[in-house]
């Protein structure tokens, strides 16, 4: 019903009201003479109803047939709305480039998505692709979409995948990452497991060699822990690569003594917006300089699809010279540089089983330091040199 | 005397169409002299084969079918399309009559 309702909308239509006479017969007249009629309302005295302009034109003679006098009630359709601005030619020249325009602004990339990367950032993604054609202000049928996704994998050995699809005026970049391979020990040489640290022996998985060492055994930094010479049982010897773990219980002592640390502090702070439309930068202000300058872009946006328009905010400051850091931090600064050390013995430990930390006083400020326990693989390979001379 | 023949032969022409239509057990829906009437509850009424109007007023309007002529009786009825091939009448309707022709 709406198709009908805008296909008459655009062929135009009249209303009319038609009284006297018999308005049976007019009705009759004008369906036997082709003439379409819609929306008919009886009244006390009289007929309301709708026709076409064609039909309007030829229903003077089932009127006079049938005694009915018709007249116009309103014109409705958009052939009597052009004509009622017909003077006004601006308004249709308006009309006609704005359509111009909007049919060639669509045939442009007005927004670009990036989508699957995790290492890479969007900037390194969107550099690649901007090499090759896919950019802010591109037009649609310059992009070939399989040849830039064949040539942006070769730029980026990272991925192991792109595309970029083009729906309406956005780019949907989709990427994948290569996964690295993983470091597989070189088992060609042949080696033994010593050990790293100074520690008590707590668990022994030799995979490949032979264990040198029992569980409760102290070892030092250097000792042999699994060989990698074995003997068969006609008492000749194999040389291979030894692998396992060996767990032992070792000490860590955390110190965080030295806070020499000097800093420096923002001097000059320097702001300006830019207006961003279509990839066009209107300044809205002077220039901030270059150093130590970073650029904000907030596009609008609904949360999934940003339009091409949106304000950059750039800022730059310059830094005051190396400033001592106050005494009244520095204790502070201990304790963080406690924890991140602190935090890496627990990364490399496979169990913290005590801990212990000190506060110390020392010019006015307070530092900390501490010992901790640790469960930790102390295995490192170490390559047997073997004389074939 | 010629009309008074000419009837009856139309008359025993069309008794002859109603046996053998009854015997072919052919549904009423095919039969082309009968009009074909879709009711949307009381609010619309679509009536196919519409022949004219006989009668038009704000509570009637009379159809004229062919072999019938059909009665919408209601408040504020109105023709919201109106052809020889469909016609819509839409209002409060309350009854439908029909009385057959000749």
């Known amino acids: ?389 | 005397m010629a009309s008074s023949k000419r009837r009856k032969r139309e008359n025993a022409e069309s008794e002859r169409k109603n046996t053998l239509k009854e015997k072919l057990e052919i549904p009423e829906m095919l039969d082309s002299s009968l009009p074909h009437i879709e009711a949307n509850g009381n609010r619309e009424i679509i009536v196919d084969g519409c022949k004219g109007i006989v009668e038009y007023s704000q509570s009637r309007i009379k159809l004229n079918t062919g072999a019938l002529l059909v009665s919408f009786v209601g408040d504020d009825i109105e023709i919201k399309n109106y052809s020889d091939i469909q016609t819509v009448i839409s209002g409060n309707i309350f009854t439908i009559e029909f009385e057959s022709v000749g």
């Open chain 1, 1 to 389: 019903m709406i198709i009908i309702r805008f296909l008459r909308f655009l062929k135009g239509y009249v209303s009319f009201t038609a009284s006297g006479g018999f308005i049976e017969r007019f009705v009759n007249l004008c369906t036997k003479n082709r003439i379409p009629l819609w929306n008919l309302k009886r009244k006390e005295d009289y007929l309301e109803a709708d026709t076409t302009v064609k039909g309007y034109k030829i229903i003077r003679e089932s009127a006079k047939r049938s005694g009915v006098r018709v007249s116009i009630a309103k014109k409705h359709g958009l052939p009597f709305f052009m004509r009622s601005y017909r003077k006004r030619a601006g308004i249709l020249a308006g009309l006609a480039f704005a359509c111009l325009l909007v049919a060639f602004l669509s045939s442009m990339v007005w927004s670009i998505s990036v989508s699957g990367n995790l290492e890479l950032t969007d900037e390194e993604i969107l550099e690649a692709f901007g090499e090759n054609g896919v950019k802010i202000g591109a037009f649609k049928f310059k992009i070939d979409c399989e040849d830039v996704a064949y040539n942006v994998t070769r730029r980026l050995p990272q991925l192991s995948f792109a595309s970029v699809n083009i729906i309406g005026s956005r780019a949907e970049i989709v990427v994948n990452e290569r996964s690295e391979k993983p470091d597989f020990p070189d088992d060609s040489e042949p080696c033994d497991i010593i050990s790293s640290e100074n520690g008590t022996v707590a668990r022994i998985e030799a995979n490949i060699g032979e264990a040198q060492i029992k569980v409760g055994d102290a070892v030092v930094k250097g000792d042999l822990l699994i060989s990698g010479i074995t003997e068969n049982a006609d008492a000749s010897e194999n040389l291979q690569a030894a692998r396992g773990k060996v767990i032992a219980k070792v000490k860590k002592k955390i110190t965080t003594e030295n806070t020499d640390f000097s800093f420096h502090t923002q001097k000059a702070e320097k702001n300006r917006n830019l207006l961003y439309i279509l990839g066009l930068e209107i300044p809205l202000g002077p220039s901030v300089g270059k150093e130590n300058a970073s650029r904000l872009t907030q596009k609008l946006t609904n949360g999934e699809i940003e339009l091409p328009v949106g304000i950059i905010k750039e800022h730059s400051y310059s830094l005051s010279d190396e400033t001592p850091l106050p005494d009244k931090y520095k204790s502070l600064l201990c304790a963080k540089n406690y924890c991140e050390i602190y935090r890496n013995i627990f990364l490399q430990s496979e169990e913290i089983i005590s801990q212990l930390v000190t506060e110390n006083k020392k010019d006015g400020f307070a530092y900390f330091s501490g010992e901790c326990l640790v469960k930790k693989d102390i295995g490192i390979r170490k390559a047997i040199l073997v004389d074939i001379s």
